[in-house]
């Protein structure tokens, strides 16, 4: 297919800079581990973030999903860009100013259960954390603007910028400074993302002239931005809760759950970030040219590739997961205590992997589709599962409870997406193409990723029972060689064979 054709570049550099954001992630995350372990210090900080990041993640959705397609279809998109812009931007800097002088109250709502001091210190970081807002939004805007020009690589560049900023502050800034640096590398990160947009989509931003307020498209743009205002703040309402019910498990219990999330994030971020970034685009365009054999096949081919990666790598990381947050966390401040929570954790957080990134699938699918009620509708299910399941996960399990929940919710929410997807493209397809969808299909497909899945778990736990006396780095080494070799041939078999299509 021609259009698959033009993406395999993009697709590449996407998937080569998520790789390089999701290390350099992984490195920040190790060193805020030596350097202030899991205790008061990183609780505040992230306690601190934990808001205006939110607040981030809904408006950057709501501007890139609504204006990635307005900008592909509008013959006129660069005056409307403009002048949202500029609304965008004024409406940023007065949530960045509420979020700032009302930073007590909201720390205080989100960890009530944290001590007064760990509280105090997280609102005193939250006022420096709080201005990343008013340069995320314009980023954004202008992330939106460069994907639909095709620029797709521009729209990847989040994690990359932020990640790499936060490492390098945390390999260079001196101890005797705390963690307010951390702190400050935040808005410092969005700043420069900011730049780097603005060079790249520099040919849209004269502000001359702009649409007329009277003749934005009022319509199109409720129609969008207010579902997803709903279904983001529904997204971070659980992140949220999650905080929030750590916290009430004491100091450090806040940073064990992050360090666990975050690990499992790594996989799942990467993912996501060629999702986002690719598909989505490519999607929408299929999806208003009524291309729905093509939409189809290209959501088929997505899934089976998702869960040819997605499913070895939980498995993987749920067998070798003491061994993983041995090797990347316990040293430094970093004690063995939060080491044994930290573990237990990530055996949920690895659980949830595979459902994660398939329900990040049908968002773009359904986004799509214009079907963002759909995926609101998904996204509260969820949530209101999460809420259900952590009060016997919690009262069970204790904290590690929290990730069994979180995984939980997200098997649930993953059936409910693949189940409304699935009906979605097939009324379309009945609707514009003859032919039905014969689900017999399918089935060789999933033969084929339930034997690679197998013998990926196979080679974990042969690897872990055989190299118990290693050290856990040469343990995680064999294991990872082996499991990429199963994974390597099973894409090469898939690719021959032609199981992702339909």
């Not at 990640?163 to 808005?187: E, K, N, R, Y």
């Not at 420069?192 to 003749?215: D, F, S």
Request: net charge positive; aromatic share 10%.
């Amino acid at each position: 297919m021609k259009g698959s054709e033009s993406l395999f570049r993009p697709v590449i550099w996407v998937g080569l800079i998520g790789v390089a954001s999701k290390v350099m992630g992984a490195f920040g995350g190790i060193l805020l581990a030596y350097r202030f372990g899991a205790d008061q210090a990183t609780d505040a900080y992230l306690l601190a973030k934990t808001v205006p990041i939110g607040v981030y993640l809904i408006l950057d959705s709501v501007v890139y999903n609504t204006l990635v397609p307005l900008l592909r279809r509008r013959e006129e998109s660069a005056p409307v860009f403009r002048t949202l812009l500029v609304i965008f931007f004024f409406a940023a800097t007065a949530v960045a100013t509420a979020v700032y002088f009302g930073a007590t109250q909201v720390v205080a709502l989100l960890a009530h259960g944290a001590d007064s001091a760990t509280q105090a210190e997280a609102a005193a970081l939250q006022k420096i954390t709080a201005w990343a807002i008013i340069y995320a939004v314009p980023a954004s805007c202008l992330k939106a603007w460069n994907a639909a020009q095709a620029r797709y690589v521009a729209a990847a560049l989040d994690g990359f910028v932020l990640s790499g900023t936060l490492l390098l502050t945390l390999l260079f800034m001196s101890d005797d400074l705390g963690i307010a640096p951390v702190a400050i590398a935040l808005p410092g990160a969005f700043v420069l993302l900011l730049l780097i947009q603005a060079v790249l989509g520099r040919a849209v931003l004269h502000l001359e002239p702009r649409t007329p307020l009277r003749k934005l498209p009022g319509r199109y743009l409720s129609r969008l931005a207010g579902p997803l205002f709903l279904l983001n703040g529904a997204q971070q309402a659980q992140i949220l809760l999650v905080v929030g019910l750590a916290a009430f498990y004491g100091k450090g219990a806040v940073s064990q759950v992050n360090y666990s999330y975050a690990i499992a994030q790594i996989p799942v971020g990467i993912l996501d970030l060629i999702l986002f970034s690719t598909l989505f685009p490519f999607a929408t365009q299929l999806a208003s040219d009524r291309r729905v054999d093509d939409l189809l096949r290209a959501t088929f081919g997505a899934a089976v590739t998702l869960l040819l990666f997605s499913l070895p790598t939980a498995l993987w990381l749920m067998v070798h997961r003491d061994a993983v947050v041995d090797t990347l966390l316990t040293r430094g401040h970093f004690d063995a205590a939060d080491a044994n929570t930290t573990t237990a954790l990530l055996f949920g957080h690895g659980l949830a992997i595979p459902a994660w990134v398939l329900e990040a699938l049908a968002c773009r699918v359904l986004f799509a589709l214009g079907q963002h009620r759909r995926y609101l509708a998904i996204v509260v299910t969820r949530l209101v599962a999460f809420a259900a399941l952590a009060v016997p996960c919690l009262t069970i399990l204790d904290l590690p409870g929290i990730s069994i929940a979180f995984a939980g919710s997200f098997v649930v929410g993953a059936a409910l997406a693949g189940w409304v997807v699935w009906k979605a493209l097939a009324a379309l397809r009945t609707e514009y193409v003859a032919r039905p969808i014969q689900r017999a299909q399918l089935l060789p497909s999933l033969y084929f990723l339930a034997t690679i899945t197998t013998l990926v778990a196979l080679s974990a736990l042969l690897t872990r029972w055989v190299g118990a006396e290693l050290d856990p780095v040469y343990q995680l080494l064999c294991s990872a060689i082996l499991a990429t070799l199963i994974v390597g041939v099973g894409t090469r078999i898939l690719i021959a064979k032609k199981y992702f299509q339909v």
